[in-house]
């Protein structure tokens, strides 16, 4: 019960911090620099929590933009699109873009008759990232399509190669 109780908390605080970071997003001082969407485009803004210059470097952000889509429940899906990251000309900052086809990809596994269909979030290939808390993320995807994202730490020991 306690395992169970660590997990609602966790979830809570994420929740509390994913809001936090959406309403802090729009107000972030260097989001001025970034244009706005284009026509059929979306922008959305990734605002990281502050870390120290040398803590940022255990860290690293995965980018993952993608749709809800109802789906048959048994083959892997992935989007054709990729995140790709530009320059902002004029401000060495950098931004994302979804770009390629919007075209769902899956295996080929048959699926059983009579299986319902699900609704899920389908993405196209994630983007690993630096970590940089001094500056927004912004990613631009098509209308219709969300961003998500995920961060990664490194342990905080590094394990010994082998000679071979």
Known sequence: MTEMRKTLALLLVVNCLVIGVSAFGAGHPELKAFPAAKEGMERFIIVLSHKERGEEDKFMVEIIAGT???IDGVNQIRLGNAIEPRSLKGWGYTYYEMTGVSVAMGTLIAVP???????????????KIQYNSRLPIVVYAP????VQYRIWKASDTAEKAEKG
């Open 143 to 146: 209308e219709g399509y969300e």
């Open 113 to 127: 008759e009579g299986t319902p269909k699900v609704k899920k979030f389908v993405s196209a290939s994630p983007l």
């Open 68 to 70: 809800t889509m109802l």
